[in-house]
C-alpha cells in the first residue's frame, strides 16, 4: 500500500458526461500528478500541482482540468466524455517537486469506462 | 520514434532464472531513472530509483544506467513466481515529468 488513496475504484459513465476523480496523497506529500494509462498509449502523464499551484502539464486534454484544495487532495475532472477516454486514471504524489526529480508513489487508480 | 523504447515482451522465465529487463531512450537530458512493478489492474510500484549514471543493488534488483548509450537495465536475480508482473521503466529531467516505457510483462513459472 502506496498510502495513495484514490476514489471511486470504477466509473462507468455515458459520452457526454462528466466526472470527478479524487486523490488523497501520502501523509506529507506536497505534490500531487494525474496519469492516463490506456492500452494504446500507456502511461501518460496528465498534470502535477505542488502545494496548490499547478506546476507542470503533460498531455492533457482541453476537456480535463484538475485542481489541489488547501488539504493537498486533489480532484480530475473529465467531461464531455468520449468512448476513447475510457482508461485507468492514476494519481501518484511525492514530497517536494520544487527543485529536481522526486520518487513518485502511486494510488491504486480509477477506472473509467465511457459507453 | 517515442522518447523511451521497452520491449513489451512478454518475458517467460522458470524460477530462480535471472529476469533482464532494458530501455533505451533519446533524451539525453534525462538524469533521472526509475524501474516499477505493476501488478494487474493495480498501481505502479516503484521498486528503484537512480540518478545519472552507475549501478544501484537492492535485495534481489540491480539496476543499471548508462547515460552515454542512452541505455537503462534492471536484473532480477532468483526470481520468483510473486515477480510476475508488468515492469516499466520510466525518467524525466528536472522538470518531474515522468515518461513512461511501455512496459515489459514478465511471467516467472513455477
Known amino acids: 500500500d502506496s498510502g495513495v488513496t484514490q476514489t471511486p475504484k470504477h466509473l462507468i459513465t455515458a459520452t457526454g458526461q462528466r466526472v470527478t476523480l479524487r486523490c488523497s496523497p501520502r501523509s506529507g506529500d506536497l505534490s500531487v500528478y494525474w496519469y492516463q494509462q490506456s492500452l494504446d498509449q500507456g502511461l501518460q502523464f496528465l498534470i502535477q500541482y505542488y502545494n496548490g499551484e499547478e506546476r507542470a502539464k503533460g498531455n492533457i486534454l482541453e476537456r480535463f482540468s484538475a485542481q489541489q484544495f488547501p488539504d493537498l487532495h486533489s480532484e480530475l475532472n473529465l467531461s464531455s466524455l468520449e468512448l476513447g477516454d475510457s482508461a485507468l486514471y492514476f494519481c501518484?504524489?511525492?514530497?517536494?517537486?520544487?527543485?529536481?526529480?522526486?520518487?513518485?508513489?502511486f494510488g491504486p487508480g480509477t477506472r473509467l469506462t465511457v459507453t | 520514434q517515442k522518447e523511451v523504447e521497452q520491449d513489451p515482451g512478454p518475458l517467460s522465465v522458470p524460477e530462480g532464472a535471472i529476469v533482464s529487463l532494458n530501455c533505451t531512450y533519446s533524451n539525453s537530458a534525462f538524469q533521472y531513472f526509475m524501474w516499477y512493478r505493476q501488478y494487474s489492474r493495480k498501481g505502479p510500484e516503484l521498486l528503484m530509483y537512480?540518478?545519472?549514471?552507475g549501478n544501484k543493488e537492492d535485495g534481489r534488483f540491480t539496476a543499471q544506467v548508462d547515460k552515454s548509450s542512452k541505455y537503462i537495465s534492471l536484473f532480477i536475480r532468483d526470481s520468483q513466481p510473486s515477480d510476475s508482473a508488468t515492469y516499466l521503466c520510466?525518467?524525466?529531467?528536472?522538470?518531474?515529468?515522468?515518461?513512461f516505457g511501455a512496459g515489459t510483462t514478465v511471467t516467472v513459472r513455477a
Open positions: 520510466a525518467m524525466s529531467r528536472s522538470s518531474i515529468k515522468l515518461s
Open positions: 537512480t540518478y545519472s549514471s
Open positions: 501518484a504524489s511525492s514530497v517536494d517537486a520544487a527543485e529536481g526529480s522526486d520518487e513518485q508513489y
